[in-house]
């Protein structure tokens, strides 16, 4: 198998070929390791890989993903024995004491982890701008961010180096670098995916998934890494039936589409036209599109989530400072990080739990909506993907500066969802007159993936992205000139 062939292959049509004999599981991981040997040089996404696991034996005939290549973040999801920085040099070095209830289920689910992917320092940034790992490059642009904080992953997935790769979202983290790079980020219902053994995140604004280049391989992983661990603080109702059945055409569908930013700023007008287009289509699916918009007041919802942010990074960085000994401060950590830490530890109890009554309001305000509606119809990002620069991370930057930014900016219709819980998800159906990829974005009710995975799957019927590459791709004849470009 050459690797033009391995890269037309989604995760499923990967094991499909394993399980019928038709190539080894060592071999997908030895061309997926050839992908990051030629293109990682360009992009900066892979941190390290695991070159012994080509040598791994035939997987289980049964698990979906059967010696599928898989990629980790840098962040949240842990394997034993491996490193796990958080993309900081406050935690550089650290090794993970256990796997984590998640990656036990990527395992059982027969993706074989190859390494490691970049990730914002501790997740705090719409890009993968890093100072311990350099910065991850857009294959669709290698002068563009592919946005963050799972932007290393994105990278990866949307060069052909592996057809899935693990992400988190807690300000939609998992879309924006979907919608930068041209692929399929689905973020799940809060509680959707545990995350043992680590604790709640404050205020549970993050869950943990993939990136996947097609609809059914989001929807088969999902049933495979679905449910809660024993001990978890909470559970959710399962699916009434496995995901992967829901990818077939939904029934006739009410759906709501709205063009306006949801912070009250200036949308890019390719992106608006983009909505529009994908409003028509769904119009001749047979769906009913209306025009309607989420009603919530955006400053006092910006510096709750702020508060919770600086909150949680404070009690991040004093569990890395504890668990390698090092101090924090600019030398090991960077300028937002920094902001966010000074500003966390300044909060009062009475305005974090103030903060968290924000939160709590505006998902109520928002929740009526989706009483009328099975879904929203919106862009994912505002504007195209941005050009890499505006964040340097080694910088002292103000607290405020992040959401008033272009990068904060990405955040806006995103981070709405991490608020409410609510399932939510990035297409890439749309293109700029350019090229560039532009996601489309669509929310749904708490806990109704199944309704999601549906439209997402007649939509890529619809108007299908398999046969898009981006300028940097193992699939093309000769990618590594590509480094001649790299800004």
């Not at 989604?10 to 394993?18: F, I, K, Q, S, T």
């Not at 992009?43 to 698990?63: C, F, K």
């Not at 209306?290 to 007041?297: K, S």
């Not at 009554?357 to 305000?365: D, G, K, M, P, S």
Request: glycine share 10%; proline share 8%; aromatic share 6%.
């Amino acid at each position: 198998m050459r690797l033009d062939e391995y890269a037309a292959h989604d995760g499923l049509g990967l094991a499909e070929l394993v399980r019928r004999g038709e190539v080894e599981a060592a071999q997908l991981a030895t061309l997926a390791l050839d992908g990051v040997r030629r293109l990682n040089p360009v992009l900066g996404a892979v941190i390290e890989t695991y070159p012994e696991r080509a040598q791994t034996g035939r997987p289980a005939a049964d698990a979906p993903f059967a010696g599928v290549p898989f990629l980790l973040k840098d962040l949240g999801c842990t394997e034993a024995g491996r490193r796990c920085e958080a993309g900081s040099r406050l935690l550089a070095g650290w090794v993970a004491p256990h796997d984590s209830e998640l990656m036990r289920r990527f395992r059982r689910a027969g993706l074989v982890n190859l390494g490691r992917t970049v990730s914002a320092e501790f997740g705090e940034t719409a890009t993968a701008e890093t100072c311990l790992h350099g910065s991850v490059h857009n294959p669709w642009d290698l002068g563009r961010s592919t946005a963050g904080s799972s932007g290393g992953s994105a990278a990866a997935v949307a060069a052909g180096i592996v057809p899935l790769a693990h992400g988190n979202d807690g300000g939609g983290s998992i879309r924006m670098p979907a919608a930068c790079c041209g692929l399929v980020g689905l973020k799940p219902s809060r509680g959707r995916t545990s995350r043992a053994p680590q604790g709640v995140f404050l205020g549970d604004l993050a869950v943990d998934f993939a990136l996947t280049r097609s609809v059914r391989d989001a929807a088969w992983l999902l049933d495979a890494v679905e449910g809660p661990a024993p001990g978890d603080p909470y559970r959710i109702p399962g699916p009434l039936a496995p995901y992967r059945t829901a990818c077939r055409p939904p029934g006739r569908l009410r759906i709501a589409v709205t063009t306006r930013h949801f912070w009250g700023r200036r949308m890019d007008p390719e992106v608006v036209a983009a909505v529009g287009r994908t409003a028509e289509l769904l119009a001749g699916l047979g769906h009913t599109v209306v025009e309607a918009h989420p009603a919530f007041d955006a400053e006092p919802y910006l510096a709750a989530t702020l508060d919770i942010w600086a909150a949680q990074t404070v009690a991040e960085v004093d569990a890395a400072a504890a668990a390698t000994g090092r101090a924090p401060g600019p030398d090991t950590l960077e300028g937002y990080t920094l902001a966010l830490v000074e500003h966390g530890r300044r909060l009062s109890p009475t305005a974090l739990v103030g903060a968290l009554a924000t939160l709590e309001a505006v998902t109520r305000r928002v929740a009526p909506l989706f009483e009328d509606h099975d879904a929203l119809l919106s862009a994912t990002l505002p504007s195209l993907p941005l050009p890499l620069g505006i964040y340097d991370p080694t910088r002292p930057v103000d607290l405020r500066w992040y959401f008033d930014s272009p990068l904060g900016d990405l955040e806006s219709v995103t981070s709405l969802f991490n608020c409410t819980g609510q399932p939510a998800i990035s297409l890439p159906l749309q293109q700029s007159a350019t090229g560039l990829p532009i996601g489309i974005h669509l929310a749904g009710r708490f806990g109704d993936e199944a309704t999601l995975l549906a439209l997402a799957g007649q939509l890529e019927a619809a108007l299908p992205w398999d046969g898009r590459r981006p300028a940097v791709h193992v699939g093309r004849p000769d990618p590594q000139p590509a480094e001649r470009g790299r800004p």
